[in-house]
């Protein structure tokens, strides 16, 4: 929603009153002057089988076909494979042009043998976080908001694949996950999960683990599935839904109007102490949706 003020909001750490020392509000407009929001879908065909990477390359071909072909904003098209990420799309604003060239071109959306079982989640898990670090870092020297939409229902999480889960274990999760919230905060870039399918009884599960881990021993695998991520970053968990095309439009709005905060954070004793981030709008109805939470180092 466009057209409030700095005096409309209020944002609190760890639940204290933070001052607000910058504001801007940014809608479709102002960026047509300017820089605007870049958009990357990513087909996660490691962790879908063929025929589920077939559909979603025809579901986002739907979307950048909707309007006539016109996008608000530039949009490109990635594929994570066990070989590595590869860009299919260069951004343009030509969403025709853009779905002839995904429609001709599958060539990068093939996916490898990769190990089964247990091996195989351990393997997809790590490949897709290393590459979610990856794309936030390499965005770093670039000024502007990017949103990073992830088509595919996710990596494994792997506590609930039986594994155990020893103190070194955590601790290296612990660090994998102040490491990318900084990234990605830093990046300025916000993760959107999209999905095809239905949704069933473990959809809202993740729920339970959006809350910011504060201390080693408290870290678990699911701390760092897809959809806990893009909540985090202030970013959409939508519900499977066989209407890709829609998911990935409800996701590109939030690039037509937001806002954007900074305050100065209180001194931290130790390193990576979490801080909650909560930004409250004195609208009736209103409700902001940001990042949760940062690690403050000394």
Same mark, same amino acid.
């Given at each position: 929603?466009?057209?409030?003020?700095?005096?409309?909001?209020?944002?609190?750490?760890?639940?204290?009153?933070?001052?607000?020392?910058?504001?801007?509000?940014? +809608?479709?407009?102002?960026?047509?002057?300017?820089?605007?929001?870049? %958009?990357? %879908?990513?087909?996660?065909?490691?962790?879908?089988?063929?025929?589920?990477?077939?559909?979603?390359?025809?579901?986002?071909?739907?979307?950048?076909?909707? @309007?006539?072909?016109?996008?608000?904003?530039? %949009?490109?098209?990635?594929?994570?494979? +066990?070989?590595?990420?590869?860009?299919?799309?260069?951004?343009? $604003?030509?969403? @025709?042009?853009?779905?002839?060239? $995904? +429609?001709?071109?599958?060539?990068?959306?093939?996916?490898?043998? =990769?190990?089964? &079982?247990?091996?195989?989640?351990?393997?997809?898990?790590?490949?897709? $976080? =290393?590459?979610?670090?990856?794309?936030?870092?390499?965005?770093?020297?670039?000024?502007? =908001?990017?949103?990073?939409?992830?088509? &595919?229902?996710?990596?494994?999480?792997?506590d609930q694949q039986g594994l155990q889960i020893g103190e070194k274990a955590e601790q290296g999760m612990f660090k994998e996950i102040v490491t990318l919230s900084a990234s990605l905060r830093e990046a300025d870039m916000t993760l959107y999960s999209v999905s095809l399918g239905m949704p069933g009884l473990g959809t809202y599960l993740y729920k339970d683990f959006v809350k910011g881990v504060k201390t080693a021993d408290k870290a678990k695998p699911t701390n760092l599935s897809l959809k806990v991520i893009a909540t985090q970053t202030g970013g959409l968990a939508l519900p499977p839904d066989n209407d890709l095309a829609s998911q990935i439009a409800i996701c590109v709005q939030d690039a037509t109007a937001f806002y954007k905060l900074s305050f100065d954070p209180p001194k931290a004793d130790n390193a990576n102490e979490y801080h909650d981030l909560k930004v409250e709008i004195d609208t009736p109805g209103l409700t902001a949706r940001t990042r949760t939470g940062y690690y403050n180092q000394p």
């Open positions: 929603m466009s057209g409030l003020a700095l005096k409309d909001f209020a944002l609190k750490d760890n639940n204290q009153p933070a001052k607000i020392i910058s504001f801007q509000a940014v +809608d479709s407009t102002a960026q047509a002057s300017g820089s605007l929001t870049e %958009v990357t %879908v990513l087909i996660d065909a490691v962790n879908m089988g063929f025929q589920a990477v077939a559909r979603t390359r025809e579901g986002i071909s739907a979307f950048l076909r909707r @309007n006539g072909g016109h996008l608000a904003q530039p %949009v490109s098209v990635l594929a994570l494979t +066990d070989g590595g990420m590869k860009i299919l799309l260069q951004p343009s $604003l030509d969403g @025709n042009a853009l779905a002839d060239q $995904l +429609d001709h071109d599958s060539e990068g959306l093939r996916s490898l043998t =990769r190990s089964a &079982g247990e091996n195989g989640a351990i393997e997809r898990y790590d490949l897709s $976080l =290393r590459w979610v670090d990856a794309l936030a870092k390499n965005e770093l020297p670039r000024a502007g =908001r990017k949103l990073l939409i992830w088509a &595919g229902p996710g990596w494994p999480q792997l």
